[in-house]
C-alpha cells in the first residue's frame, strides 16, 4: 500500500498534537520548476516534484516561502506573481524589475500551483489533510488577492479550513478533507480566519494558544548530521516540558552545497533517519521525550515519510 491515503488507517481520531506527520522543507522548490536567481540550482532545489506528488508520497505538512517573480500573463504583459522561492538574500529587492524579490536562490512553483496540487490532493483523497505553513513572505497582499480570486471560484472555499480555535487541539475528523493554510505574523492584520487566514506562532513560555497553530523546534543551518542530531535531540528535550497546546518541527535537514548530494549520500538525512526514529521510540517508551509532531527533511519519498508515519500511535492497528 502507497502512503497515499495512510491517514486513512490511523485509529480512534486523534487530536492533531498526538499525530506525527513528515513534512517538506522548501516545499515549492523542486524538481524542474527553478528559474535560477545568481546561484547554481542544486543548492536551492528542496524536492523532487510539485506538492501533489510529495503528499502522494506521504508529506502532509509544507513549508512555503513566497517571493514575487516578474513574469509575462497570457497577454505577454509584464506582472508580478507569488511565487515559492529558497533564498540566502530573502529580502533583496532587484531594481531594475520592479518588485520582484529574492537573491542568491531560485524561484521555484508558483504559490497558486501550490494552493491548487493541495485542494486536488484532498479532493482526491478526502480522508487525508494537509498544511500549508506559509512563512518567509514579503508580499502578504499579493498572497491574499491570489487566495481571494481562487477561494471565489466554484466550490473551492469549501477545502479551505476556516475554523477559528486552537488546529493542534483539533481531532483528525475535523481536518479531514481539509488545506489548513496557517501564516506568519505579515497575515495577522487585516486578514480574516472565516477567509481561510489562520495565524502561526512560535511557542513561548507563558503565552498559551487560542486561535491558529503554533510551534515550537530549533532550527541551525548546519551540514554535518552529528550536529544535525544535536540540535533535534536537544529540541526534544526542551518540548517534553512545554505545555500540551502546540506542534513539535523537528528540522531533519542539512544546509550548504548541493542539498541533494547531502540528503542522500551514505552519510546524510536520509540514510540517518531510521536511527534518529529508533532513538524517539526508545526515549518516548521511557517517558523522556513527548512524540514529535512534525519531521519536516529535504526530497521527501515513500520510504522517508513511511518512517515517520509508522510512528503514530494506532497506525495500522
Known amino acids: 500500500m502507497t502512503n497515499a491515503m495512510w491517514m486513512s488507517k490511523i485509529q480512534n481520531d486523534p487530536q492533531l498534537i498526538n499525530m506525527v506527520l513528515p513534512a517538506s522543507h522548501d516545499a515549492g522548490v523542486y524538481g524542474d520548476s527553478l528559474s535560477r536567481v545568481a546561484a547554481p540550482k542544486r543548492y536551492a532545489r528542496c524536492q523532487g516534484s510539485n506538492i501533489y506528488n510529495q503528499a502522494f508520497?506521504?508529506?502532509?505538512?509544507?513549508?512555503?516561502?513566497?517571493?514575487?517573480?516578474r513574469v509575462k500573463d497570457e497577454k505577454g504583459k509584464s506582472v508580478v506573481e507569488p511565487t515559492m522561492g529558497h533564498f540566502a538574500m530573502?529580502?533583496?529587492?532587484?531594481?531594475?524589475?520592479?518588485?520582484?524579490?529574492?537573491?542568491?536562490?531560485?524561484?521555484?512553483?508558483?504559490?497558486?500551483?501550490?494552493?491548487?496540487?493541495?485542494?486536488?490532493?484532498?479532493?482526491?483523497?478526502?480522508?487525508?489533510?494537509?498544511?500549508?505553513?506559509?512563512?518567509?513572505?514579503?508580499?502578504?497582499?499579493?498572497?491574499?488577492?491570489?487566495?481571494?480570486?481562487f477561494r471565489s471560484i466554484g466550490n473551492n472555499a469549501n477545502y479551505i479550513y476556516n475554523k477559528s480555535g486552537n488546529i493542534a487541539l483539533c481531532s483528525l475528523d475535523d481536518l479531514r478533507g481539509k488545506v489548513i493554510m496557517v501564516f506568519a505574523s505579515e497575515f495577522h492584520k487585516g486578514f480574516t480566519p472565516q477567509n481561510g487566514y489562520l495565524p502561526m506562532y512560535k511557542y513561548e513560555a507563558g503565552s498559551p494558544t487560542v486561535s491558529g497553530l503554533c510551534f515550537c523546534g530549533t532550527y541551525k543551518s548546519k551540514k554535518d548530521m552529528k550536529d544535525v542530531l544535536k540540535t533535534a535531540q536537544t529540541a526534544a528535550d526542551e518540548h517534553h516540558g512545554h505545555r500540551a497546546d502546540h506542534l513539535h518541527w523537528v528540522y531533519w535537514q542539512q544546509t550548504g552545497g548541493n542539498v541533494s548530494s547531502n540528503t542522500r549520500s551514505k552519510d546524510g538525512a536520509h540514510a540517518k533517519l531510521g536511527d534518529f526514529i529508533t532513538e524517539i521510540k526508545a526515549k518516548s517508551s521511557m517517558n523522556r521525550w513527548t512524540l514529535p509532531n512534525v519531521i519536516g527533511h529535504d526530497f521527501v519519498n515513500e520510504q522517508t515519510c513511511k518512517q515517520i508515519i509508522e510512528l503514530n500511535p494506532g497506525y495500522g492497528s
Open 57 to 69: 508520497a506521504g508529506s502532509r505538512v509544507f513549508d512555503v516561502r513566497v517571493f514575487l517573480k
Open 90 to 149: 530573502e529580502k533583496f529587492k532587484w531594481p531594475k524589475i520592479g518588485k520582484s524579490t529574492g537573491a542568491l536562490g531560485a524561484y521555484g512553483g508558483s504559490f497558486m500551483t501550490a494552493v491548487k496540487d493541495a485542494v486536488a490532493y484532498v479532493k482526491t483523497y478526502p480522508t487525508e489533510f494537509l498544511i500549508l505553513r506559509i512563512s518567509h513572505t514579503y508580499c502578504p497582499e499579493h498572497v491574499g488577492a491570489a487566495l481571494d480570486d
